[in-house]
C-alpha cells in the first residue's frame, strides 16, 4: 500500500479501512450483522454504532455459538512497551461490554517477550515491569476477577509454550516471512512469536472471539488457518480502527513521544496542556472564517477522541459535531469539552487503578488444569 504502512510492528500515513478490508479480505461490520450483535447483546455498543469496530472475520460463527448454549470465550491483550495510551483501552473496553453482556470468560496476554524480542533498548526486566502496569489499566476497566485472566508470557510459558508448539510446527518459515516481511536479520524469536500469540486460541475448545485492533490481524491470519488443523474452530475476529495521535489523521501514538498520546498515567495538568497545545485542530485561520465555514471534524483529533472513546451518548455528540461544523462551537471550545471528559475518566480510573488487586486476575495453573480436567 503505496500511500500508507500499516503492519503489526508500525503505522504510517492515513489508512485507507476501505482497502484495508479489501486486502485483508475482511467482512465490513455492516447493519445486518450489528443487529444480529445487538439481539444477542441485549443492546448495542457505541463503538459499534459509530464504526469503530468496523470489520470481522466470522462473528456470525460466535452469536451462533451463543444461541446454540455452545458458547464463547474473549481474548484480547497487549505488547507491553510502554504506558497505556487512550488508543489501547478501545478493544479492552468493548471485551468488558462482552464478559457484560454474555457472561464470558475473557483471557488477557501480555506479550512481554515479544516486545523485548522487537526492541533493541528494552530489557525483559522493563517488559515485565510494563506488563504489571499494563495489567493496572486492564483490570481497573472493571472486568470480573472470577472470569478474567491475565497471562504474561515469560510467567505462563509452561502452560502456553505446548499449545504454541503445535502451531509452530504447521507454519513454515516462508508462511511466516510473507505474512510479515521478515529478512536474514530478524531474530529467531520474532520469527516464533506468531506461535506464541496464537496460544491463547487454543486454552479452551469453544470458539473464541478476539477484539483487535486491524493492525494485529495478520497474526491471526495464520492462527486461523492452523486451529482447524489441530481441532479447533477459527477463532472469531473484530476489528476496531486505529486512533490517531494527537498529531492528527496521519500521526500515530508513539512511546517515542510523550506529546503524542494521552496515557492513563496523565495527570489534569498535563492533559489539559497535551490537548490544548498538541491536539490537531479541524478550525479555521482565524475566528471569522471559523464562523463562517465552520470546523473539520473529519481530521479534528478532539472530536474524533470523542467519538472513539470519551462521549458514549450519540445525541450529545450529535449536538458537537453540529456546533462545530456550522461554527458555532469554536476550535478552543471542543478542546475544553474533550479535557473535562478525559481529566473525568482518568481520575475514577486512577482510583481503580491503584484499588486492583492483581493477585486476583493473574492466569492460575492450577485452576486452568482442573478445569481441563473437567
Not at 25 to 37: F, Y
Not at 276 to 300: K, M, P, Q, W, Y
Request: glycine letters at 8%.
Amino acid at each position: 500500500m503505496d500511500d500508507f504502512v500499516l503492519t503489526p510492528w508500525e503505522s504510517r500515513g492515513r489508512i485507507d479501512y476501505n482497502r484495508l478490508v479489501e486486502t485483508f479480505g475482511l467482512r465490513p461490520l455492516d447493519g445486518s450483522m450489528k443487529m444480529r450483535l445487538r439481539e444477542a447483546a441485549g443492546q448495542d455498543h457505541y463503538m459499534v454504532r459509530r464504526g469503530v469496530f468496523f470489520a470481522h472475520r466470522d462473528l456470525d460463527a460466535i452469536l451462533e455459538s451463543h444461541r446454540s448454549g455452545d458458547g464463547f470465550f474473549v481474548y484480547t491483550g497487549r505488547g507491553p512497551s510502554g504506558q497505556t495510551h487512550i488508543g489501547h483501552l478501545v478493544p479492552w473496553v468493548f471485551a468488558r461490554w462482552l464478559q457484560e453482556r454474555f457472561g464470558v470468560r475473557v483471557y488477557f496476554q501480555l506479550t512481554d517477550d515479544e516486545k523485548f524480542y522487537h526492541s533493541h533498548a528494552l530489557t525483559l526486566e522493563e517488559t515485565a515491569r510494563l506488563a504489571e502496569e499494563n495489567a493496572r489499566d486492564f483490570a481497573a476497566l472493571g472486568f470480573d476477577p472470577l472470569k478474567t485472566h491475565i497471562i504474561r508470557d515469560t510467567v505462563d510459558m509452561g502452560v502456553l509454550y505446548p499449545l504454541a508448539a503445535r502451531v509452530a510446527k504447521k507454519i513454515t518459515f516462508s508462511t511466516a516471512r510473507s505474512a510479515f516481511g521478515f529478512g536474514n536479520d530478524t531474530n529467531i524469536g520474532m520469527i516464533f512469536y506468531t506461535a506464541i500469540q496464537s496460544a491463547p486460541c487454543l486454552l479452551e475448545e469453544r470458539p473464541v472471539l478476539i477484539p483487535l485492533g486491524v493492525d494485529q490481524d495478520p497474526h491471526f491470519r495464520l492462527t486461523r488457518d492452523v486451529a482447524p488443523l489441530l481441532g479447533h474452530p477459527k477463532p472469531a475476529l473484530i476489528h476496531n480502527v486505529m486512533a490517531p495521535g494527537l498529531g492528527g489523521p496521519d500521526s500515530k501514538m508513539s512511546a517515542a513521544d510523550p506529546n503524542s498520546a494521552i496515557y492513563t498515567t496523565d495527570e489534569p495538568a498535563a492533559i489539559r496542556r497535551k490537548v490544548n497545545r498538541c491536539a490537531f485542530s479541524g478550525g479555521r485561520a482565524d475566528i471569522d472564517e471559523h464562523r463562517r465555514l465552520g470546523g473539520d471534524t473529519a481530521v479534528d483529533v478532539s472530536y474524533q477522541y470523542l467519538r472513539l472513546f470519551f462521549e458514549p451518548d450519540d445525541g450529545i455528540l450529535e449536538g458537537i459535531r453540529e456546533g462545530y461544523e456550522s461554527g458555532r462551537m469554536l476550535t478552543g471550545e471542543l478542546k475544553q469539552a474533550l479535557i473535562e471528559r478525559v481529566t473525568q475518566f482518568m481520575e475514577a480510573h486512577h482510583a481503580r487503578r491503584e484499588a486492583v488487586d492483581l493477585d486476583e486476575f493473574w492466569f492460575d495453573h492450577d485452576e486452568y488444569k482442573g478445569r481441563m480436567r473437567r
